[in-house]
């Protein structure tokens, strides 16, 4: 808008990032964010897809092309630790992978009954989305449930759907 000529640099095969791969469908349909996503390069802004920052390009790279600005806008895309022993047992899944999984379309196996470890947005969305794959599901959270940093909406949109709920409590070993 102000005259600057403006390139987005895309891991992936398509727009959005955690918008696209990191919020479930039912909590922001695509086509919305592709009007968004389409908002943006009408107004002239290139995206060049399936480029990674320190594979395909770098900082140095990028002035050496002449760019005069950077800005860095990579996402939180690395989970959590539980600092549990076993939480790289098979079968256990970051929220974040899954969540990007699901988004995909990759096959996901989860099983009949699933736990769900902590209270945020992304813990619900795994929650949520798990219920819609058929499992049976509990959230466990170490505080209460006042204490949940997750939306309130989210959290009563899941007792809604029979999510069910157990509080002040914690894995210590899976």
Not at 23 to 45: A, F, M, S
Request: charged share 25%.
């Amino acid at each position: 808008i102000e005259g600057h000529e403006a390139t987005i640099y895309e891991a992936e095969s398509a727009p959005g990032g955690m918008l696209k791969y990191g919020i479930p469908e039912y909590r922001l349909p695509k086509d919305i964010l592709n009007k968004e996503v389409e908002l943006i390069t009408n107004l002239g802004v290139n995206i060049q897809y399936n480029t990674r920052l320190g594979k395909d390009i770098t900082i140095e790279s990028l002035k050496q092309d002449g760019y005069q600005a950077i800005l860095l806008a990579i996402g939180a895309w690395k989970p959590a630790s539980m600092r549990v022993e076993g939480e790289d047992t098979e079968g256990v899944l970051s929220g974040i992978g899954f969540l990007y999984d699901v988004a995909n379309g990759n096959k996901i196996n989860i099983g009949q009954k699933v736990i769900v470890v902590g209270g945020g947005n992304t813990a619900i969305d795994a929650a949520r989305t798990s219920l819609r794959l058929g499992a049976e599901v509990t959230v466990l959270y170490r505080r209460t449930r006042k204490e949940m940093p997750a939306e309130d909406i989210e959290i009563h949109a899941s007792d809604e759907e029979g999510i069910k709920m157990e509080f002040l409590t914690a894995p210590t070993k899976i």
